[in-house]
């Protein structure tokens, strides 16, 4: 199957003199933020617009010396990687008009069962995300990693990331070693979510989607894991998270998923239709009809053209709908603030998708 790691293998091996920001496109490094050209300013009835991309990566290197001598030693990185939050990543983002970069750490660690070495690991990581995100503080912003496997300490991991480090929320995978994250093992740290009033950042991971036990088959001949696979590692959990009744549980729960939310948010009413026919099989779910909680779940505009991103406004709310692209892994060929303003909606919806609606959710100014 065709994995991120993949995608950052190509990204990493871009020429020295050139940066590949998720495009067939290259843009030139430079320290000075917008080297590249003037930065692109969005405007809806006149009105410039801040724009936010919610779904985007980094790395950290210092992790690889800690990592030294563990079993996850080869999955440390190291330094000159693009993805990291500099001045180099500006000159992408400033010629698609996009202000303003979310990222997350992108694997999760959950393979891990030492405790204190993911305490470590998790403390370096989320330090390291804050510094990033000062050196240019206006322009990005990061989640915290936590190590879910322990949700207990993942709950401390997450406060501690948004009110010491002033992390905007945290980032998980969608599953643990297999084990699904609706399981009341994990209430733990959907509680303290809540309590934190924080937004929680969804994104399968590679070791999810092969843990399906469905690779061959998903990739077949053509290399469809990663287009395939990830989506629907997003719609299984985003699933078992509506019918296992988590979302009735915590009601103001943030859940924010990548990839459009997968492919549930197409396909809502079998879901509906099946709790009709087969009520034992939705016991969890009292009060609502599943698609009818879709309406608390947040999702991202990675999912291409004008009319997919109309759909999900109409199916999740235009206010659960923000900006995405999986930068600097090459999802996107062009700016992602173009189809969001194709699409068949009202200039207001246009404005909340390409930021008012991640502002008020990362708790960030929506002045420029």
């Given at each position: 199957?065709?994995?991120?790691r993949d995608f950052i293998k190509t990204v ?71 993805m990291i939050l500099n001045a180099d990543r ?246 992602p603030v173009d189809p969001v303003l194709a ?26």
């Amino acid at each position: 199957m065709a994995t991120r790691r993949d995608f950052i293998k190509t990204v990493a091996g871009a020429s020295a003199g050139m940066f590949l920001l998720g495009s067939r496109r290259a843009f030139p490094q430079s320290s000075q933020p917008g080297a590249a050209g003037k930065r692109r300013e969005v405007r809806l009835g006149g009105k410039r617009i801040k724009t936010v991309d919610m779904h985007t990566h980094t790395t950290v290197p210092e992790v690889a010396d800690l990592l030294k001598g563990t079993p996850l030693e080869r999955r440390g990185g190291g330094g000159g990687n693009p993805m990291i939050l500099n001045a180099d990543r500006l000159v992408r983002m400033d010629h698609d008009g996009v202000d303003v970069h979310a990222a997350s750490v992108n694997p999760s660690w959950y393979a891990s069962t030492d405790r204190d070495l993911m305490r470590r690991l998790m403390d370096l990581q989320n330090e390291k995300l804050a510094a990033q995100c000062k050196s240019f503080p206006d322009r990005f912003v990061a989640y915290a990693t936590v190590a879910l496997q322990f949700p207990d300490l993942a709950a401390e991991q997450l406060e501690e990331g948004v009110k010491r480090w002033g992390l905007k929320g945290g980032a998980i995978g969608t599953s643990v070693e297999g084990e699904d994250l609706s399981s009341p093992r994990y209430d733990p740290f959907w509680a303290k979510a809540q309590e934190l009033d924080t937004v929680v950042f969804v994104h399968p991971q590679v070791d999810a989607v092969n843990g399906l036990g469905l690779n061959k088959r998903i990739n077949g001949n053509s290399a469809a894991g990663g287009m395939i696979g990830n989506p629907l590692e997003t719609t299984i959990f985003l699933s078992h998270m509506i019918l296992d009744g988590v979302l009735d549980r915590f009601p103001l729960l943030k859940l924010f998923c990548a990839h459009g939310g997968g492919y549930l948010v197409s396909y809502p009413s079998r879901m509906d239709h099946g709790c009709l026919t087969f009520p034992q099989n939705c016991k969890d779910l009292p009060k609502k009809q599943p698609s009818e909680y879709l309406k608390q779940v947040y999702v991202d505009t990675l999912v291409y053209t004008p009319e997919n991103i109309r759909h999900l406004a109409a199916v999740c709310g235009a206010d659960k709908v923000v900006m995405g692209t999986d930068q600097p892994i090459p999802w996107v060929n062009d700016s992602p603030v173009d189809p969001v303003l194709a699409a068949n909606l009202t200039d207001a919806e246009k404005a909340a998708i390409l930021g008012g609606n991640a502002c008020k959710l990362l708790g960030i100014p929506t002045s420029l």
